[in-house]
């Protein structure tokens, strides 16, 4: 069964410094990758997706993301954080079939 | 842009009361989900169709029941709403398999 783990909870960033947030997956053959964000009483929004190729994707609002099949990562990363990149991001695994697995969500703060 | 709608942003329910949650999409997608979103937890599938009139359990479908009568169309229902069903409901709709999943705004759902 594939399955999501978002290591951290909760990470306080302040503006204008660098973001990592970590994902791991398991999942027996090749993945599609997923990263979404929620904005507060929002739904998810797609921020950026892995099916094949590079593995460093691009996405939208600057962030962007590399598939690492040896450490069964997809760690999403931002260089410079903005007060409105504060939310709740996702991971999430799916493959050939119609499902996806998302991990508990790290909450990202960021300060002043 | 694909737009998904759910009926209702918030709702308050009896507990025992038949409840009907609505998603529409407006990109002729084959494939519908339904998820809950609880703290902690991420995002668990209910119940997920693939075609009309076609239904699949997810991880949670204990106390729910779907229906889709047409392609944009799908329902969750609740038979006999309990207190532990208080969550936030997600529908979301994607094109064939592996394909990115897109979500509707979320149905705060509380049962007393």
């Known amino acids: 069964a594939q399955s999501v783990t978002q290591p951290d909870i909760h990470i306080t960033v302040s503006e204008g410094a660098s973001l990592e947030l970590r994902c791991n997956y398991s999942y027996g053959a090749t993945p599609y990758l997923f990263w979404y964000v929620q904005s507060p009483g929002q739904g998810l929004q797609l921020l950026l997706k892995?099916?094949?190729?590079?593995?460093l994707v691009q996405g939208i609002k600057g962030f962007e993301a590399e598939f690492k099949r040896s450490q069964s990562s997809f760690n999403l990363r931002k260089p410079s954080v903005h007060w409105s990149d504060a939310a709740e991001y996702f991971c999430?695994?799916?493959?050939?079939?119609?499902?996806?697995?998302f991990g508990a969500g790290t909450t990202v703060t960021v300060r002043a | 842009d694909v737009k998904v709608t759910q009926s209702s942003r918030y709702l308050v329910k009896r507990t025992g009361e038949k409840v009907f949650l609505e998603c529409v999409q407006d990109?002729?997608?084959?494939?519908m989900f339904w998820y809950r979103q609880d703290p902690g937890l991420g995002l668990r599938l209910i119940y997920f169709s693939y075609d009309v009139k076609m239904k699949e359990k997810g991880d949670i479908p204990e106390g729910y029941s779907v229906s889709r009568e047409k392609k944009e169309r799908f329902s969750l229902i609740l038979e006999s709403a309990s207190t532990n069903q208080t969550s936030m409901y997600l529908c979301?709709?994607?094109?064939?398999?592996?394909?990115?999943?897109?979500f509707g705004p979320g149905t705060r759902l509380l049962v007393l």
């Open positions: 892995y099916f094949s190729g590079d593995t």
């Open positions: 999430a695994v799916g493959g050939d079939d119609y499902k996806l697995s």
């Open positions: 979301a709709s994607s094109p064939p398999m592996g394909e990115t999943q897109y």
């Open positions: 990109m002729d997608h084959e494939n």
